[in-house]
């Protein structure tokens, strides 16, 4: 990897705690009850006061999208990150030999790679492909594509743009289930350069060392734990049941099985081999047994766990014994940006960066979940000490932020719609 660029939207599209009500009051489809999800929701999700919205929801325009406001979206990320990666590495257009672009609910004709090609009217003979409908996981997958590329076609430069199209899709109905996209995703996205040119490496940030994918869409119920369709009423949007925790654990952990014999010592394997051996002969369970499970961090230095939620970043941080301080990037970049589907982890690699974290040698694990359902991991060797604070900059001495402060003042704000005196009113 030679360079990423995430993106940051400008101020006018910042989604604060009065701009999500006015969203949220205009549906007139709610109820109360209906208000109250959301506010509990609201409260809990993670995200903090400067998210960025899609420009035709500020405008008030989420029931009737336009294919020009979808363009319009991707085109100024895409082209954003781009400008600003080729300007950085000093690399041309018209050197990059594969483009990848993954969005999953955007695919238009001509393509958005073919869009891409023409803006910055680059070789006709390059490898292009686009990645459409595999969620929030996608970037993992694009760049498993480039390492297998890599193999066939040498001495290459690759492009991956990861992002999602969040504005035609801003789900109107009022179905619970399908209400906590509009909660949880916000617009990011990021353009990343690879390479494979020997010469190169002294420049490189990081060396992918390895990587695994896990699809488990032949199970039913996996398959259909989180799904675009549409509700009684007509309203298309992203269905999200309560198979999904299930059906991640499932994926997370058949990835690590395969994962695990890669990165982590002998010594941890064997350790963890005879620790459950005694486990499974013992009568009784201990608290300290209970918890001897794999210790990732003998082989790894920094996880980075997808930004999908509080609730994603607390389970995956239990599950793998991780402290607040392995933790930290994931809910800092959840706060700060959102869940930008295929693009948050690299706001989570980012915010590491910027906080001189990355030293030469230490190991990166990303740790992605999406739809299918699908568990991508990859391992990254950081190739020199990294301290660029990218779209952090004018941020990060805010961060990190504390606990206490992570509360969405939505609580605080409108704490009034749960009084139980309001039972039988009707909000219009």
């Not at 999208?65 to 979206?73: F, G, I, N, R, V």
């Not at 910055?120 to 003979?125: H, I, P, T």
């Amino acid at each position: 990897m030679l360079a990423y660029e995430c993106y940051k939207a400008t101020d006018d599209r910042k989604l604060d705690t009065e701009a999500c009500v006015r969203v949220v009051m205009r549906n007139k489809n709610l109820g109360l009850d209906q208000y109250r999800f959301l506010l509990q929701t609201m409260v809990n999700s993670g995200l903090g006061e400067e998210t960025y919205g899609p420009r035709n929801v500020i405008a008030g325009r989420e029931e009737t999208p336009t294919l020009k406001d979808a363009h319009s979206e991707m085109d100024e990320i895409m082209f954003d990150t781009l400008d600003k990666l080729f300007a950085k590495t000093g690399v041309s257009p018209s050197e990059i030999d594969i483009l990848i672009v993954d969005v999953s609910l955007f695919a238009p004709a001509p393509s958005l790679t073919a869009r891409i090609i023409n803006r910055y009217k680059m070789r006709d003979n390059i490898k292009a492909f686009s990645l459409s409908g595999m969620g929030c996981s996608a970037s993992m997958v694009a760049v498993d594509l480039v390492q297998h590329l890599f193999k066939t076609y040498k001495n290459a430069f690759a492009i991956v743009v990861s992002t999602e199209t969040i504005g035609p899709h801003w789900y109107c109905g009022k179905e619970k289930s399908m209400m906590l996209s509009n909660c949880l995703f916000r617009s990011g996205g990021c353009s990343v350069l690879l390479t494979n040119k020997r010469s190169l490496k002294h420049q490189a940030l990081m060396k992918l060392s390895h990587a695994v994918r896990t699809n488990i869409s032949s199970n039913d119920e996996a398959y259909g734990c989180c799904i675009q369709i549409e509700d009684e009423q007509g309203y298309e949007g992203f269905l999200l049941t309560k198979s999904l925790t299930k059906a991640a654990a499932k994926a997370f952990t058949m990835n690590l099985k395969v994962l695990v014999p890669k990165i982590l010592p002998v010594r941890e394997l064997l350790r963890f081999a005879i620790v459950s051996l005694c486990k499974s002969k013992s009568k009784s369970s201990t608290p300290e047994s209970a918890r001897a499970g794999l210790n990732l961090k003998t082989g790894i230095e920094h996880i980075c766990i997808h930004p999908g939620g509080r609730a994603v970043i607390d389970g995956l941080g239990k599950s793998l014994g991780l402290t607040e301080y392995d933790l930290e990037p994931s809910r800092m970049a959840l706060y700060r940006f959102g869940n930008t589907s295929a693009g948050g982890l690299w706001y989570v690699l980012g915010y590491m960066e910027a906080k001189k974290r990355l030293k030469k040698g230490d190991r990166i694990l990303m740790i992605s979940l999406g739809a299918g359902f699908m568990c991508n991991n990859c391992v990254w060797v950081v190739m020199k000490d990294l301290e660029d604070p990218n779209v952090w900059e004018d941020s990060l001495d805010r961060y990190p932020v504390s606990k206490k402060n992570l509360l969405n003042p939505y609580t605080e704000k409108y704490s009034w719609i749960n009084d139980e005196c309001l039972n039988f009113v009707r909000i219009d």
